[in-house]
Nanobody, 126 residues
Framework: QVQLVESGGGLVQPGGSLRLSCAAS????????VGWFRQTPGKEREFVVG????????WYADSVKGRVGISRDNDKNTVYLQMDSLKPEDTATYYC???????????????????WGQGTQVTVSS
């Protein structure tokens, strides 16, 4: 069983940047694709970006394409989410999760992911 812990959230001004981290414990992390999602109160969890097992492939939500980057360091069992040109509408709790085996290759559905972390809050405001 993989356990995930997100960190790096905070308050940032519009146009600013943040780097979130997703640290994992468990042997299966380095053999799993990982996704970042975000959620605001009353709304469904929304896909942000995913990364493949070795980091060679990534897939993005249209709303963040060109503004975010994702990377992973399997030696450190950590996935990173770099967010630039942040907008107020990026305000949310951000979660990382492990993609389930057998799910579609570049899935953006939160139901295809599991082992959710507790989330880290990102607030974009002046």
């Amino acid at each position: 069983q993989v356990q995930l812990v997100e960190s790096g959230g905070g308050l940032v001004q519009p146009g600013g940047s943040l780097r979130l981290s997703c640290a994992a414990s468990g042997r299966t992390f380095s053999s799993s694709s990982v996704g970042w999602f975000r959620q605001t109160p009353g709304k469904e969890r929304e896909f942000v970006v995913g990364i493949s097992v070795r980091g060679a492939e990534s897939w993005y939500a249209d709303s963040v394409k060109g503004r975010v980057g994702i990377s992973r360091d399997n030696d450190k069992n950590t996935v990173y989410l770099q967010m630039d040109s942040l907008k107020p509408e990026d305000t949310a709790t951000y979660y990382c999760a492990v993609k389930k085996g057998g799910s579609p290759w570049h899935s953006k559905a939160w139901t295809d992911f599991g082992s959710w972390g507790q989330g880290t809050q990102v607030t974009v405001s002046s």
